[in-house]
T-cell receptor
Framework: DSGVTQTPKHLITATGQRVTLRCSPR?????VYWYQQSLDQGLQFLIQ???????AKGNILERFSAQQFPDLHSELNLSSLELGDSALYFCASSGDRPAGTEAFFGQGTRLTVV | AQKITQTQPGMFVQEKEAVTLDCTYD???????LFWYKQPSSGEMIFLIYQGSYDQQNATEGRYSLNFQKARKSANLVISASQLGDSAMYFCAMREPSNTGNQFYFGTGTSLTVIP
């Protein structure tokens, strides 16, 4: 168990809809990262939050948004969903010690848009 | 430039043999970390091994070792005595520290198939 919790594990929704993916990082980790992994693809970095503030943006569509709350949990909002948004969405968290540590991944949310 | 490069989209290895998965990285930061993750068909990302930029010795974790060649900027993963359960995608990653939280960069992955 990585200590990172993602809900839901599976989500099936129709095109045009909006969904929210939730992530609870490991206790004490200030950084949360969101990644998208489409079928047979690598990890596409979407966005990073650090202690409640957006710190880095990757290939995140304008239809997608995220936030990190004061209790450090994070939500990824996906709207106007398209078939191509079907993917595995990972949340990861990391500590910020100078020596660093690995990114701990949640189990992922498998989104299917039909 | 790509931060992490994995040039082997797919690899095959005979069971019980050793296999090396290649990874090169690009950074100008003297302090960084290198990681390997395994992603089996079930989808979860499993941390395997870590190498710090200042570590003098290559990291080892059981059957996994990281062949760290700093001057060449390479961090190859060596899996010894391959098992059928090693069949999975393997991702190389690098962490660059910053005062805004660590930045992680992932390669495109290598699909490893272990043949009985």
């Amino acid at each position: 168990d990585s200590g990172v919790t993602q809900t839901p594990k599976h989500l099936i929704t129709a095109t045009g809809q909006r969904v929210t993916l939730r992530c609870s990082p490991r206790s004490g980790d200030l950084s949360v990262y969101w990644y998208q992994q489409s079928l047979d693809q690598g990890l596409q970095f979407l966005i990073q939050y650090y202690n409640g503030e957006e710190r880095a943006k990757g290939n995140i569509l304008e239809r997608f948004s995220a936030q990190q709350f004061p209790d450090l949990h994070s939500e990824l909002n996906l709207s106007s969903l398209e078939l191509g948004d079907s993917a595995l969405y990972f949340c990861a968290s990391s500590g910020d010690r100078p020596a660093g540590t690995e990114a701990f991944f949640g189990q992922g949310t498998r989104l299917t848009v039909v | 430039a790509q931060k992490i490069t994995q040039t082997q989209p797919g690899m095959f290895v005979q069971e019980k043999e050793a296999v090396t998965l290649d990874c090169t990285y690009d950074t100008s930061d003297p302090s960084y970390g290198l990681f390997w993750y395994k992603q089996p068909s079930s989808g979860e990302m499993i941390f395997l091994i870590y190498q710090g930029s200042y570590d003098q010795q290559n990291a080892t974790e059981g059957r996994y070792s990281l062949n760290f060649q700093k001057a060449r900027k390479s961090a190859n993963l060596v899996i010894s005595a391959s098992q059928l359960g090693d069949s999975a995608m393997y991702f190389c990653a690098m962490r660059e520290p910053s005062n805004t939280g660590n930045q992680f960069y992932f390669g495109t992955g290598t699909s490893l198939t272990v043949i009985p």
